[in-house]
């Protein structure tokens, strides 16, 4: 209540300060406008071509995971995705010519056609049976990738600059209309502050498309996607195993105490599968009370066996929440890459019916 309070009175007078500054900014542009020109303005031009370019940079990533994974394992499932991201890339190629004429954008889009051409061609040569030399270009379409990736990162250096060259121009708009006052220490703060929550809200809306806002870990879109890449790149004498973690008598709880209490056990045991397994290894929650995880280096199915059981030990240790103690438990199956197959809906679908398995084994068991 008392952080509450203070939080309130804090945004109050955080509130107080930017109407000032706002009031000091219009006041600085009126006078200046006259000798400084109209200021840029970031959040109609360079934000907008930002947004445009995450677009297309993201719709080449998903192609060519895409490609890696119909290269590993081809069927309609892989080329219907990468069917839909040459789509999203070509609906970012005829972007308006507000966006389309910047100068970024289009080093993006002649290194992204480069790529898309070399992804284009190694589905072709797949299709046509040609396998051995669509995998070969793989190393070769590596420099393109990196071209559309330096691209991309100077239309995001270009929108930094663009920012902080609009807090530029409302100083010099400030010194040249004289008002060199408290006022104008109150705008500093304030556009500086904005400005920086921009930049701060940028990259969280990033980490929260992949990120569970619960337990913190990645959430079921990074989770699919870390797998698919796990799938396309894994080496012919690599081993990884895929577990599938549902928790057990979680229901209960969370009827029983409410979801306050339910929401902090599923963080718990978050955290908890988290630290049971290599930092090299790979965690996410993929929905309700269900995780997922892929484990590196494993070599056989009783070694996967073995990490299973180790986290479903940790999750079945007692939790204290609120000066109460609760248990959960956990069922945990194992699916081994290549041994259970190299497509990550299949491995899912075997990991997912391990876990099943081992529930029923274990309602046999206390019945």
């Not at 990645?218 to 577990?243: D, K, S, V, Y």
């Not at 079945?316 to 248990?327: F, K, M, S």
């Amino acid at each position: 209540m008392v952080r509450s309070g203070r939080f309130a009175r804090r945004s109050f007078f955080a509130l107080i300060l930017t109407g000032i500054a706002a009031c000091a900014t219009l006041c600085a542009f009126a006078l200046a406008l006259r000798q400084a020109g109209p200021p840029a303005d970031p959040s109609r031009l360079d934000i907008e071509l930002a947004v445009a370019a995450d677009a297309g940079f993201d719709a080449l990533i998903e192609e060519e995971l895409a490609v890696r994974a119909y290269l590993a394992h081809p069927g309609a499932a892989p080329i219907a995705r990468y069917r839909a991201a040459v789509g999203e890339w070509q609906r970012f190629t005829h972007a308006p010519p507000s966006v389309a004429s910047n100068a970024y954008v289009r080093k993006l889009r002649v290194a992204g056609d480069v790529l898309a051409a070399l992804l284009a061609e190694e589905v072709a040569l797949a299709e046509h049976g040609d396998r051995t030399r669509a995998v070969a270009l793989l190393a070769a379409h590596e420099d393109a990738l990196q071209n559309a990736q330096v691209a991309h990162a100077a239309i995001d250096g270009a929108l930094r600059r663009a920012l902080f060259g609009y807090r530029a121009t409302i100083g010099r708009a400030i010194v040249t209309a004289k008002l060199g006052s408290f006022l104008s220490i109150l705008l500093g703060i304030a556009a500086g502050c904005t400005l920086l929550a921009l930049l701060r809200e940028g990259r969280q809306q990033t980490n929260l498309a992949l990120s569970d806002a619960l337990t913190q870990l990645p959430n079921r879109r990074a989770f699919e996607r870390q797998l698919g890449q796990a799938i396309a790149t894994r080496r012919p004498e690599e081993r990884f195993a895929l577990l599938y973690i549902d928790l057990d008598r979680f229901k209960p709880i969370n009827d029983r105490l409410g979801h306050a209490v339910g929401d902090e056990v599923l963080a718990q045991c978050g955290g908890r599968i988290r630290a049971a397994l290599r930092p090299q290894d790979f965690v996410a929650r993929i929905g309700g009370d269900e995780f997922a995880a892929i484990v590196q280096k494993v070599a056989t199915q009783a070694d996967a066996d073995a990490v299973a059981a180790r986290v479903a030990a940790d999750v079945a240790l007692p939790l204290e929440i609120g000066g109460a103690v609760v248990r959960v438990g956990a069922s945990v199956g194992a699916a081994l890459v290549p041994e259970h197959g190299d497509d990550a809906t299949a491995l899912l679908e075997r990991a997912d019916l391990a876990m099943y398995r081992v529930k029923r084994a274990r309602r046999a068991c206390t019945a």
